[in-house]
């Protein structure tokens, strides 16, 4: 080698956005989840006997 | 609304410069400036290497409700050439505890972390991630240079970062 050799780089930074964008509550089969409304009853056990 | 998301170079434990869709370049000297002042001397003898590099997550603005699995990687095969590796870690503190050396960190081969078995940088700073600031893991990043390299501009090389978004 002849002489101080150098090099230089680049590391570019990407960002992979998320497959199928961000998730929507609205979206939802059945309609949109809220929180349950006065009186409704989120979910029922039902045992049978 | 979704989140936000940038890549920063990181200047101190929770302060960076916004890389996304830009460059880090690996040099001589201790800064975030892409140029080629402090390029890298190819050594007659043992491997000589870069400062090194601390990348995080920043939401710039939150998710709707969070954000999990941060990762990154390349594409697995090192074209910067003959004589160059690029080895990382992922330090718990980041900047904070580490401060940038250009001595060998003894570091993984980034590019054995491919799309299929990506850096996890929320392995230490789990998720889920909500609101906005730096978010997960800080990878620290050193190139190598061997007295085998050619001088000149290396080839480009990518690396990606992911992440869910809900």
Redesign the interface.
Same mark, same amino acid.
């Given at each position: 080698?002849n002489g101080?050799?150098?090099?230089?780089?680049?590391?570019?930074?990407?960002?992979?956005q998320?497959d199928d964008?961000?998730?929507d509550f609205n979206d939802l089969p059945g309609g949109p989840i809220h929180p349950p409304l006065a009186g409704e009853t989120l979910y029922e056990e039902v045992i049978d006997e | 609304?979704?989140?936000t998301? *940038? #890549?920063h170079e990181m200047t101190a434990a929770a302060a960076g410069v916004d890389?996304?869709?830009?460059?880090?370049?690996?040099?001589g000297a201790d800064n975030q400036t892409?140029d080629?002042v402090d390029?890298? *001397? #190819?050594p007659?003898g043992a491997t000589i290497f870069s400062y090194t590099?601390h990348?995080r997550f920043y939401f710039q603005a939150g998710?709707?409700?969070d954000i999990q699995n941060l990762r990154c990687y390349t594409d697995g095969s090192n074209t910067?050439g003959t004589g160059?590796t690029?080895q990382y870690n992922v330090p718990a503190a980041g900047l904070g505890t580490f401060p940038n050396i250009n001595t060998d960190i003894a570091g993984t081969d980034l590019f054995t972390k491919t799309s299929g078995a990506p850096v996890d940088l929320d392995a230490i700073n789990t998720g889920p991630h909500s609101g906005t600031g730096y978010k997960g893991d800080h990878i620290r990043?050193q190139?190598g240079?061997a007295n085998t390299?050619?001088?000149?501009?290396?080839t480009?090389?990518?690396?990606?970062?992911?992440?869910?978004?809900?």
């Amino acid at each position: 080698m002849n002489g101080a050799e150098f090099l230089y780089d680049e590391l570019v930074v990407k960002i992979e956005q998320p497959d199928d964008g961000p998730f929507d509550f609205n979206d939802l089969p059945g309609g949109p989840i809220h929180p349950p409304l006065a009186g409704e009853t989120l979910y029922e056990e039902v045992i049978d006997e | 609304m979704a989140a936000t998301v *940038q #890549i920063h170079e990181m200047t101190a434990a929770a302060a960076g410069v916004d890389k996304t869709s830009g460059t880090i370049r690996f040099k001589g000297a201790d800064n975030q400036t892409v140029d080629t002042v402090d390029r890298l *001397q #190819i050594p007659t003898g043992a491997t000589i290497f870069s400062y090194t590099k601390h990348a995080r997550f920043y939401f710039q603005a939150g998710p709707s409700v969070d954000i999990q699995n941060l990762r990154c990687y390349t594409d697995g095969s090192n074209t910067f050439g003959t004589g160059i590796t690029v080895q990382y870690n992922v330090p718990a503190a980041g900047l904070g505890t580490f401060p940038n050396i250009n001595t060998d960190i003894a570091g993984t081969d980034l590019f054995t972390k491919t799309s299929g078995a990506p850096v996890d940088l929320d392995a230490i700073n789990t998720g889920p991630h909500s609101g906005t600031g730096y978010k997960g893991d800080h990878i620290r990043m050193q190139m190598g240079v061997a007295n085998t390299a050619a001088p000149g501009q290396l080839t480009p090389e990518t690396l990606t970062f992911a992440y869910d978004e809900t």
